[in-house]
């Protein structure tokens, strides 16, 4: 007969510990407690035990007490019974026995990670050691090859927000902990646009997920973990080959594929905030580089970046060998966001991190409507109304339309000076014959008269090109609305009495400065540029010259410094950064002010040359004086 021995049980509850003592008469070994483990993210008690019975049993075992139902014990003997045989042998603990009810808790025992507990380390112990992108490379190929060789369930078609519904479930329930926060937050599913934490503005992720949008995936099911995280992953000494699986209570064989790698990486993500200041641009770095590592190029997460091409790439390889490869990418991202949104109902995590996780579900929603737009998929305003297609923008390439069109957008003085006609001629040349004419503008590009450029917005592309008095075009740049990563209106009054504004369009490597447009054809410029990239516009309220300051500034900041190159430069354009975005002073106000933080700013640079590569301390340099070229002309007209 067995029976509970040594001390340190009373960690459990009286009833608990009475319904396991009585259990223990069937059994014929004893269990004496060594210690408690630590670390879960439950409130589950987990044991180590040793078990012991003459000539029989005498091993280590981990106890497991869980107080839901037995839905956690199901899932996890399904695991092992619906895994193939090799995958369960190297990656899953095994069960010892089956699940035990005890007056409303279930122990489950079983198997200790990889036989020896000291040499045997949660994932999350790799964070500042080598080989933690390795590791993440092989977790991520095997989770999805190695659990799946064979997938018994159709790819099932679904929106974006019934993919994120489904990986949601009850969170987005009002009076859940996700929608609490939202709210306390100021926003709920019913806002379309959110602050993005960048000082811009982006689409709502709750939004999203209540929507259905007319673009489907086609979403890769197997088996999964459920909750793969950087303390269920264990591994053994250097070869993260040999890695262990635990706690997969939350296991199903037709999960979405794409969550587990999503929900590792988010945290491990989690982990390395911790590293970093609140309110820090290193927070945002860190963002780009788990969402979009490819784009990351800040020196302070080199780390996260290279562990974040490590799962997207595996990831992305596993299913281009499928053959859904485009389908992928989409899941990919759509579960990060949803993930995210998972961390950020979590209300045992401090309140900065849950809001790191929304801001990352905003970047993320963002990322996701570039990339279904980048591949050609259709896709309607995120409404909320089901079925809902894009409302097309434009009229047909024709000399009749865009005379009309150009007849309602101009005031009647553009129009009576003559140069409507000339402007309908340009818009014909500049369009090919399959777009759609949207909206012109008169405008000048840096430097020249008002009225000596154009700007105009077809339904897929915005071009900015220069007019001689023959109204010939030159120097044309062209966007396409894919690549627009940002847009800006910046209100002024600079023509003497009447209103006008600059219309800011900037992809990754392009930037379309319009200026100088009436205030009218901006606003319905950037309006018409907003329905059809589904972006919106930068808020820069506080005047042209703090933003363009603060966009320089921003530039100036994403260039790539060595670490320790200049700690001074960094901290400087730090505080720069922050207090533009309280919209505190210092932004200058005069042309000496400008010389003066310009000529700070190539002090610091000079001190910074004897360590950093000359390439990236002339890159500076020339931010540094293009924000003075920028701001001296900028202040030199805003006066009267
Ligand atoms: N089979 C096992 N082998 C070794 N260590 C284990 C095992 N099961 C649990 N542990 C340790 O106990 C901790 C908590 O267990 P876990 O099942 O992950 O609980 P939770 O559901 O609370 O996250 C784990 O992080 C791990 O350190
Ligand atoms: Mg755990």
Redesign the pocket.
Known sequence: MGQRLGEGWETLPPELLDAYDRWHLSTGYDTTLVRW????????P?ALVAQFEPHVTSRQA?L?FMRDGPEAARRTRRALDHSPAEFRAAHL?ELIGEAVPLDGWWMIQ????GGD?ST?R?LLDLLHRGGLTGACAVVTESVLGGWNPALAHRPLRMTAGAYLRSLLGDRLRPGSALSRWAAANGTAATVRWVPDGDGGQGLNPLALASGDESISLLVQRGRAHGDLNV??V?LRGDDPRGF?L??F?DFADDAPLARDPAHLLLSLAREWLGDLAVGSSARHALMVAVVTPGKSQAASVAGAKEAGEAFHDTAQRWADGTGFGEHWRLQALLSLIGCALIFTGRARLPDDVRRWFFDLAVYGTREYRRLARDLGEPQAPMSGRPGTSRPELGVPRSRAEIDAQLTKQMPFMQRTMGNKNGLVGTALELLDERERFVCLAPCRIRGGTPGSAVILVSDRYVRTAELDTQYQTSGVTRVAHGEIRELCLYPDRRLGLLDTADVRVATDTIELLARGLLRNQAEFLVASLEKLTGLRRREAEDGSVAAAWRDLVDALRDTRFEDGMSGDLAAGIESLRTALRRRRPPHPRNPDEVEGLVRHLNEILSGAASHAPPEQVSAARSSARLIRGRLLDLLTEARP
Do not use: C, H
């Open positions: 483990l630590e670390g879960g993210m439950s409130e589950a987990v981990v497991k603990v079983m198997e200790i990670a507990r045997v949660p303390r269920n264990l262990r635990i706690d209570g």
